[in-house]
């Protein structure tokens, strides 16, 4: 019989009833330090005093309108978003797949009221992820995210990630725009170097195409800049950002510049719940956080700390873990074994971690953590390896 939960999961045999900062506590009484953060989403950790602050007393005013009236929350949270970064203006969503649909709208749009009515075609690299809409599946191509579900959107050019000259051969007359996450985080961590993320600007900006980052994972101050792109220097047209946003409240964002966002006019575009009063009174005490002097330098020192030891473990459990990637706090290590096994592993010594492609175990860890987590992390990982060396010898 079919679970009532469409089983469209493969669920680990557990249910949490707490959390508390970097912790989860299960309905069995067992604890775990979290670093899987519900795939990168409770940035500020489990239970935020200051988020549950935001979200109760916003609960007790109003908690939906539809975007039929203005909604504050959305006004002083998109200025905050565009006063901190590239864009102009920004539209609000419930989820990533959604801030994703209307950045490649957006991009499509674009060119259409430029007159440029062929250009249409979008840009996209192998092992990306851009979520489970028709469009982002489309987008991706990857077989274990479109088989069974043609026919596909048609629309986008997909190329190795990495590969310049594959993008410059890619691009013909009917090219809107590329769409890149800087850093791939369902399909393993895989890191774009800052030549391969300026050589696409430059690309875009010699043929008129739009830039078009998906930072839903690597966004909101996962790799200890605001956003990872960042680190290269440059700056997109369009960006996706969700996960990270709302703490754990589903929020999600499309930011654009003025000119990338030209067609999205009155009636273009919509959502019932995007960016709702309860949405953004959590969005934007998630932006008090990462906005305090010092949280994004915090990230990038711990994520260091974190990444040494990761390199540690390596050495001493070469079988195990053949490598480490990431920036920040988004960290991966490259699996000996199947990844599913020591994602389980892992998890029965109290370490929440998720699996991503390329057998890599990904660690998101909160933002918060602090040292003691960070050793706390790393003696699991180091007894689970050796358990596994065990197992294999
Ligand atoms: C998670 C993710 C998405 C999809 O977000 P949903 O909220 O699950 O729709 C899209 N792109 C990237 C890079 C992601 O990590």
Redesign the pocket.
């Given at each position: 019989m079919i679970p009532v939960v469409m089983p469209t999961y493969s669920r680990a045999d557990v249910v949490f009833e707490r959390g508390e900062g970097p912790y989860l506590y299960a309905t069995d009484g067992r604890r775990f330090l979290d670093f899987a953060a519900g795939?990168?989403v409770t940035a500020l950790g489990h239970a935020n005093p200051y988020l549950i602050k935001a979200l109760t007393e916003q609960a007790h005013k109003v908690w939906h309108t539809s975007n039929l009236f203005r909604v504050a929350g959305q006004e002083s949270l998109a200025k905050r978003l565009t006063e901190v970064t590239f864009a102009d203006t920004v539209f609000f969503t419930n989820?990533?797949?959604?801030?994703?649909e209307c950045g490649a709208k957006a991009v499509r749009k674009y060119h259409y009221e430029k007159g440029d009515k062929k250009r249409t075609r979008i840009i996209t690299f192998e092992q990306a992820?851009?979520?489970?809409t028709l469009g982002?599946i489309s987008a991706a191509q990857q077989e274990k995210l479109v088989k069974g579900f043609a026919p596909l959107l048609d629309g986008f050019d997909l190329v190795p990630f990495g590969d310049l000259d594959a993008v410059r051969k890619a691009v013909t007359d009917q090219t809107a725009g590329i769409c890149v996450?800087p850093i791939?985080?369902?399909g393993g961590i895989r890191v774009g170097s800052v030549e391969f993320l300026r050589g696409l600007r430059e690309i875009c900006d010699e043929h008129g195409l739009l830039l078009f980052l998906?930072?839903?994972?690597?966004g909101m101050g996962r790799t200890g800049k605001l956003f990872a792109h960042e680190w290269a220097g440059i700056t997109p047209d369009v960006m996706?950002v969700?996960?990270g946003i709302g703490g754990g409240f589903p929020l999600?964002a499309c930011l654009a510049t003025e000119k990338a966002a030209s067609g999205m006019t009155a009636g273009t575009h919509g959502s019932t719940y995007g960016g709702n009063p309860l949405a953004t009174a959590v969005g934007n005490a998630v932006m008090d956080k990462v906005l305090e002097p010092g949280f994004l330098e915090h990230v990038q020192r711990i994520g260091g700390v974190l990444e040494e030891r990761l390199h540690g473990l390596v050495s001493e459990h070469p079988a195990v873990f053949k490598s480490v990637r990431g920036k920040g706090l988004i960290l991966g290590l490259v699996c000996g074994p199947a990844v599913g096994d020591v994602v389980a592993k892992l998890r029965a010594n109290g370490l929440l971690s998720v699996p991503a492609g390329d057998n890599v175990v990904r660690l998101l860890p909160p933002l918060i953590i602090g040292e003691a987590e960070v050793e706390e992390a790393v003696g699991i990982l180091d007894k689970t390896a050796a358990e596994i060396s065990g197992e294999m010898a």
């Open positions: 795939v990168a989820s990533g797949a959604e801030a994703w992820f851009h979520g489970r982002a996450e791939q985080g369902e998906d930072e839903i994972q690597s996706a969700a996960k999600g």
